[in-house]
């Protein structure tokens, strides 16, 4: 069951969708929120799954909402930007698959022909200076995308792109749909929102849509991220040292 | 598959639908029960789900009965009351979406554009004064049930409501119905049904109901309920202090 | 998915669905398969399912056919008999309410309005005369079968009746159909076949179908259940004797 | 949900389905594919389902795709053949069923009737000289594939075929066509692709198709796989002699 609730209609001109929904590192998320915020964006449409959770979110008023996805749009000169983000991705495969032919179809209509989806790609170790990896609907993207910044590897590391960030990249291309995803490297450990990730991203898109991004507060972001993943580290290894400790001290817990 | 069974078309004025179902600490049910029982409601429809577990019910005269969920009805001065309980809330998430659905639709078509949904908030230890806890679909509802002696924490504690509770509210949302959870602070483990909180509970409908309700009957349950849980915990920390013998007490076991 | 093969097109006069499919003891599709053998009942159906097992069997002429249900009949005096058993009941919650939902359309279409389930009820040690115990869809039909030596509990120890013995009570009630549940005390354990229990059943049909059926050849096998579980209980017990063993010497394995 | 990519729309002549998916020892996907590599077959169709994993793969060029099955043929002088194979079968079993349907319905329109799937049949040990089981869906095509090597056990070892390689026999016999199961005896383990028993299954194809397949790079293969089986059998038995230490050696693990 999918629900759409439509607040506008819009009329685009060349619209490019712009996914970043929750993940690894939530580097997909945290992206697109920073471009709704500081493109200023508005909030055209939402989208409702029995394939969310089944629950409502009570927020800071006391008001209750469903698990949704969102759509921001903003006009552009060359192009104008929709943006998808949202709580949740679906919890089970057929969903995902359901969920993402509906929006493709959704954003068809919209008028939508390129697709640039955005994620985390884990590593071992805090990356210091996270790269940003690329695969594409179509071989010719890739020298575009090179300009910026985007590293190729050809499937050495990664092999598949789980979830959204991929189906709407593979079920858009039998649509006739192109795009790309954008994979910043990141933390693999859940948990953590990787503001640096999230920034390598960014300087990709600033290069793609030909504008400067402040990007202060996601430096400040980072920042709070090494203490917290310092933090972090310190617990585990306090917690590896006592579970490592002689059996006999640890006998009465069996 | 969503099979009705209608007894009974009443022509409603104004109803409002209060809902009832299992869920923890049994608040929701007892409460919309303890109503159907003191307000001589009546059954007018069923509904039945493949999302309900696949058995039927022996009862005490060896006729079966399939899970159900049931509705009732009382007329009233200044709105009539629709009451939903039942034996089972769906088994699948997706199954929670389709019944909820179902369910608004039916409603809707009775009239039905509020709903009062009653659930339990589960927190550490027994409450002895449980406080009812309120979340609701449109802001402005929040003065007239403080008035009731609602609280609302602006999702301080309660981040988020379960099942059909929350379901109803959100989904009735979207279909521009309006609404409010009830939710009872209870003891937070399965198996009690806690009596006391559900009576407090009843004591917001009282006021929202404009009616006096004998809840003497509620008090014995709830005295009943402090024996169990004092019981349970004595066989808990029995049951703690076996497990945490030293170890070569256990070695024939382990 | 429900796929349908039909054999024959039978003409039926007052026929009554008697069911016996896998489940605890195989009471059920023991006893069915006993009374289509005896009473030299004709296939004239089959039904498949998606919610069955996604594998073929391959037959003692290595001849492959999908997991399927089968109906046969038997034409009688009073009334005809319609047969239902099979190699699988529904491998899901939901295909069990779809495919009894599809079973019940088809057989209302052959003119069936009383309906006769039959299972095993799971008890403690191994019955040596096994009673019949019965549910009903409705009150009436209780004492018909009390005087054929059903014992109707009212719920006392069997509180559900689990798959599909329950369901084609539960929803054919709703399609306005009646019928019982015939269960066959038996050893509550999984892989024996309890010819005993299946017998006490088959002298219930006797009398409700006027026939004198011959079960010597029940007595062979509840004897042969009886040395093999005679057989598994030593097993057991060495099995215990073993794991209570005092723990050092069990240090090799850990 | 089920997507098709049609490449190309050729005229058959008593076209022959073979199917090679992914499954044990990978039999039938190593012998379809190899079929396709030296018959030069060309793709023609390709089909997506919601019940395949929601990723997409990233290839050498980092293009993305979809997981998939794919359609080759090639034209033959006394029949055609379509060979099917692909990345995954499904992954629940309702999307089984619900896949073979659509796949039986695609190649019925092309006028297949005959049906030839290949799988493994996982046996204790390396099957040096592995032979090659049949099953079928009707008796008289057994005699045909016996004088092309192929053995009929009667359901006596193998009493079922798990998957795609049965469905498409089970569900086929269904819509009027027939068919055989060729299952080459491999080493019940997962991880190895068996070119061994691909190699057998082969020469059946060979007598089948009245063609020589040069089958010089299959055993090479095969002396590959006995050396990767070699080693993982010494780690297994270093594996087996650590865990079997006497205790105390592993008091610091727990």
């Known amino acids: 069951m999918i629900l759409w609730k439509i607040h506008d209609r819009p009329i685009f ?13 939530n580097v997909g998320k945290m992206t697109v929120e920073y471009l709704i915020d500081k493109l200023n964006a508005k909030k055209f449409a939402e989208v409702y799954s029995d394939n969310f959770p089944y629950h409502v979110f009570i927020d800071k008023k006391s008001v209750v909402h469903l ?3 969102e759509f921001y749009f903003v006009k552009g000169k060359k192009r104008d930007l929709i943006f998808l983000t949202g709580d949740f991705q679906s919890m089970t495969p057929q969903g995902h698959y359901e969920i993402t032919e509906k929006i493709l179809e ?3 209509n919209q008028g939508v022909k390129s697709i640039i989806t955005v994620g985390g790609f884990g590593v071992e170790g805090i990356p210091k200076d996270p790269k940003v990896l690329g695969a594409v609907t179509h071989e010719k993207l890739i020298e575009e995308f090179k300009e910026k910044g985007v590293i190729f590897e050809n499937g050495e590391r990664v092999g598949m792109i789980v979830g959204a960030s991929g189906l709407l990249l593979g ?3 039998l649509k006739g749909m192109r795009g790309i995803c954008l994979m910043g490297e990141t933390f693999s450990r ?3 929102t990787d503001a640096r990730s999230s920034k390598a991203v960014l300087e990709v898109f600033s290069k793609y849509l030909g504008i400067t991004l ?3 507060d996601m430096n400040t972001k980072a920042k709070e991220l090494d203490k917290a993943i310092t933090k972090a580290k310190e617990l585990e290894e306090q917690m590896m040292k006592k579970l490592t400790k002689p059996r006999d001290e640890l006998s009465y817990i069996g």
Chains 1, 2, 3, 4 share one sequence.
């Open 106 to 108: 959704f954003v068809k």
């Open 214 to 216: 402040d990007m202060s």
């Open 13 to 25: 001109y060349k619209p490019v969708l712009i996914e970043g929904l929750p993940g690894i590192g």
């Open 171 to 173: 079920l858009g291309k």
């Open 67 to 69: 698990p949704r996805n």
């Open 190 to 192: 859940p948990m953590f």
